[in-house]
């Protein structure tokens, strides 16, 4: 690998990629993110019982070759459960990413270039930043009603400021390189300097912010879900099933425990595949 | 005289800061005819860059006339300046700062075509950014490596190659070699020149390093915290210099043969503040000749000999003309 990074002509997202691949932890985490986008994606085939059949001959039988993780109170299978679960949680993880994720970024732009938009766009978002997490989106999802589309912006209104600062900071002082200034010389416009030169400049610390809150999306839909104001029963989302299992926590702890590992195992790999970017991102530990 | 390719008259250039108005550039006026170079002299901070960069509009000039090939470019619309940038280019100092380090050779070389729309076809870019790369001598096997691979000379070709792509009949130079190592300062200097005397080019030569200045220049302008003191031909001024800073830059080029009687003239003090500076000779405080009238009243250029400005006003006493 040391061969082919002395070569001419890698791109820099190449010699990323050469870094991530070095980095034991992120690699794994990377898997893990991507079975479980496959899990979602293929859940029907996967899953060996319907989430919802019940089955009251077995409730709540340890697991065994015939359910690996168990049943829950109603005979249903844990591990099919999990796996249609995951497609609540991909949805609303990589959902809240894009959605916060396109309208931040673009805000956070706006804010840099037009200094006249810059107060009131930041202080607008400083608002929704000042509320603590839980408070704001248990407000924004009684206001607009509860349903999977509604969680899904009050997350994404939540997550919008951070995108937005991030944005606003890397392109101000993008602005201010030379080779900005070399483009304008060339008589560049606004729209082919932000476009060739500051978004691709300013990608790094987005991309990290964007694995970084997937996985704080999902643990906060997951507490929300836990606590009622998220996605309603019967569906097998995780944080609902760690809620419904609590009271069989002292009997049968499979029910809250395995949705639980489930959520921890997904936003842990989020986390580290973000680590492993924002250092292989990092020019200062590439050269 | 004609075949004046840029002409200044006057140009101020003033930026407001919270602790008043610094005076980049004071009062500058120079003509530079066809094809030849006018090297900018001066320490630190005493407008050089800030010339170049209002000369071509990358900052706008306070006030003053910019001529060029005949029109007044003081005043231009957003498109007539897209138009103008054809014909104007600049390379800059740091050739590591310089370049976006997320596009390869080709690309940035690529670049200008793309942004005047001057090629119709992807194989017309690259055969046009491939010639561009062989006249500034780059190897065709650096067309997809990226800016961090390269040394500083190589870089600065990439900036070059930008520049002249377009066909510019006058560059700014700002410091183009001050960062690159002395082999390779000598280098990049040969392939200007060559470049000048190919497509008859108008460059500006803005530097510190007065071994360089007069390798390339045709006149020289030595400029002081913004303003002109000394303006001449190039090998004249390295013959007689008669303003006091100009005789204390030149005293202090290092020598291949060192004289035991060679005196440096040192001057002693900082660099007085360009902000809300006095009407007076912004030399004055360092000067050992400054006597009352330096310290009330700016002196103004005048000619000493054909040719050779000066501003100062005890030229005359202090040179014995």
Not at chain 1, 278 to 285: F, G, I, N, Q
Not at chain 2, 191 to 208: G, P
Not at chain 2, 247 to 254: D, F, V, Y
Request: proline fraction near 5%; charge should be neutral; hydrophobic fraction near 40%.
């Amino acid at each position: 690998m040391a061969k082919q990074r002395k070569e001419y002509g890698k791109s820099q997202w190449l010699m990323v990629w050469y870094k991530l691949c070095e980095n034991k932890f992120a690699l794994i985490s990377l898997a893990i993110v991507v079975l479980m986008i496959l899990m979602a994606i293929f859940a029907p085939l996967i899953a060996p019982y319907p989430y919802d059949e019940q089955n009251y001959d077995a409730v709540m039988v340890d697991p065994s070759l015939e359910h690996p993780f168990g049943t829950d109170q109603f005979g249903r299978d844990i591990l099919s459960r999990i796996i249609y679960g995951s497609r609540y949680t991909i949805f609303i993880g990589f959902g809240c990413m894009i959605a916060s994720g396109i309208v931040g970024v673009t805000l956070g732009i706006l804010a840099a270039y037009y200094p006249k938009l810059d107060n009131p766009i930041m202080r607008f978002l400083d608002v929704f930043g000042s509320i603590p997490d839980m408070p704001l989106l248990m407000c924004l999802i009684l206001i607009m009603g509860l349903n999977l589309r509604n969680l899904l912006i009050a997350l994404a209104i939540y997550y919008t400021p951070g995108y937005a600062r991030i944005t606003r900071s890397k392109v101000l002082s993008l602005r201010n390189e030379e080779y900005v200034e070399a483009s304008i010389a060339l008589g560049a416009s606004d729209r082919h300097i932000l476009i060739r030169h500051i978004l691709p400049n300013a990608m790094a610390p987005i991309i990290v912010r964007f694995t970084l809150s997937t996985g704080g999306s999902i643990l906060e839909a997951a507490a929300l879900s836990f606590i009622g104001l998220g996605i309603q029963a019967p569906a097998p989302e995780w944080g609902l099933m760690i809620s419904q299992g609590k009271q069989f926590l002292s009997s049968y702890w499979y029910m809250a425990i395995i949705p639980g590992v489930a959520i921890i195992i997904l936003t842990y790999a989020l986390n580290y595949m973000g680590d492993g970017l924002r250092d292989a991102l990092d020019p200062r530990l590439n050269h | 005289m004609e075949n004046i390719m840029l002409s200044v008259k006057d140009l101020k250039k003033y930026f407001n800061t919270s602790s008043g108005t610094l005076h980049a550039v004071d009062n500058v006026s120079f003509d530079i005819q066809k094809g030849t170079t006018l090297g900018v002299v001066g320490e630190s901070g005493c407008g050089k860059s800030t010339l170049g960069r209002t000369v071509l509009h990358l900052l706008p000039a306070t006030s003053g006339q910019i001529v060029f090939n005949g029109r007044d470019i003081s005043k231009v619309s957003k498109r007539e300046l897209h138009e103008l940038r054809k014909e104007m280019q600049i390379i800059f100092q740091d050739p590591f700062s310089s370049i976006d380090p997320r596009m390869s050779v080709e690309q940035l070389i690529a670049e200008p075509l793309q942004i005047h729309k001057l090629a119709r076809s992807k194989d017309e870019i690259r055969k046009k950014v491939h010639e561009v790369m062989d006249i500034v001598g780059l190897a065709s096997r650096l067309a997809n490596s990226y800016a961090h691979e390269l040394d500083g000379g190589r870089r600065q070709r990439i900036g070059i190659g930008r520049a002249i792509i377009l066909n510019p009949s006058f560059i700014v130079c700002d410091e183009p070699v001050s960062a690159l190592d002395v082999s390779i300062q000598a280098q990049i200097l040969n392939l200007m020149q060559d470049l000048q005397q190919e497509r008859q080019l108008t460059y500006i030569f803005i530097t510190h390093n007065l071994s360089v200045v007069k390798h390339i220049s045709k006149d020289i302008m030595v400029m002081y915290l913004g303003c002109t003191v000394e303006t001449c031909d190039a090998k004249e001024l390295f013959k007689k210099q008669y303003h006091p800073y100009t005789k204390a830059l030149i005293s202090a080029i290092p020598r291949t043969n060192p004289d035991p009687n060679h005196k440096r003239i040192l001057l002693k003090g900082e660099l007085t503040s360009p902000i809300d500076p006095p009407d007076a000779c912004r030399f004055a405080p360092r000067c050992n000749y400054a006597c009352e009238e330096c310290h009330r009243r700016a002196p103004a250029l005048e000619e000493v000999e054909p040719g050779h400005f000066v501003a100062c006003h005890r030229v005359r006493e202090i040179n014995g003309l």
